[in-house]
């Protein structure tokens, strides 16, 4: 074979070579990548914060309450979204400093808003900030409540009288139960489905209205019935309708997702 075709074959056989390189690198590119992303993404785990435990909220501050609780609910969402999306990003501090800090600082800025919207109209709680840090896999470990001192004079007893025979927000709740008013515990509804959202905050919405409505009829009633009037004709039908609150909210996340059991315990109301 004479020398001027045998250039041809022999750019043909550098070519494949170059190719065959080429292919090599990409596909070892490809490998660490997907280690760096598998790196950042924690072998696909997930974020995980702790439930709040919040206390038992005043009817007016339930509205404000349930939408800052289903505001951290979103913000997980959101986390894990940007964990979800961001394989491969940054270094070894990546999640913690662009996703689990920012996430704390949310956090933090809800249960604030949690405390300061109970605090509007009884004893505002404290220390909620301490279920504000997230984990990579699973919740840290959650601090004790700090310790707390009530008021002498109950949930408005400061100085200026505001704990006095108009009862415990000043709304003049029945002067027939000392000042009382009737206060329920506030449901806890997480990680609800967006299908069945509009549905479970028209209930809790209605939550709250049977408890307004329940404190007006203990303030219209003063005087009336026995000893176990209050029991009988407004803490036990107030138990009921909440059942049946509580209820529709498990058949409404029950048609799209897994349903919650247990939401009746929620139900009972006691007056304080």
């Known amino acids: 074979m004479s020398r001027a075709h045998a250039k041809p074959e022999r750019r043909k056989r550098v070519l494949v070579a170059g190719i065959a390189v080429a292919a090599t ?19 696909g785990q997930s974020i995980a914060c702790p439930k709040p435990v919040v206390p038992a909220a005043p009817a007016q501050a339930q509205a404000e309450v349930q939408r800052e609780l289903a505001n951290l609910d979103k913000q997980i969402a959101e986390a894990n979204n940007r964990l979800r999306t961001s394989a491969g990003q940054g270094g070894p501090n990546f999640v913690q400093n662009a996703i689990l800090g920012p996430l704390k600082d949310k956090r933090v800025a809800a249960l ?13 709680p404290e220390g909620l900030e301490r279920f504000a840090p997230c984990g990579l896999g699973s919740a840290p470990a959650v601090a004790a409540a700090p310790a707390t001192s009530k008021q002498a004079s109950g949930n408005n007893g400061n100085a200026n009288g505001n704990g006095n025979a108009n009862g415990n927000n000043g709304s003049g709740n029945n002067a027939s139960a000392s000042g009382k008013t009737i ?8 990680n609800v489905p967006a299908q069945a959202k509009a549905e479970v905050d028209r209930e809790l919405a209605n939550l709250g209205k049977q408890q307004a409505e329940a404190n007006e009829r203990l303030r219209t009633s003063a005087g009336q019935g026995g000893p176990n009037f209050v029991q009988n004709a407004i803490l036990g039908p107030l138990k009921d309708k909440r059942v049946a609150a509580l209820n529709r ?4 996340i029950g048609r799209v997702a897994a349903k919650p059991e247990g939401l009746e315990r929620f139900a009972t109301c006691s007056l304080k």
């Not at 070892?28 to 280690?35: E, K, N, P, S, V």
């Open 25 to 43: 690198l990409t596909a070892g590119t490809a490998i660490a990548a997907f280690a760096a992303g598998e790196g950042n993404n924690a072998a």
């Open 112 to 124: 604030n808003r949690i405390e300061t919207a109970i605090g509007r109209a009884a004893e505002k």
């Open 183 to 190: 206060e329920c515990p506030l449901p806890v509804v997480q």
């Open 249 to 252: 909210i498990e058949t409404a």
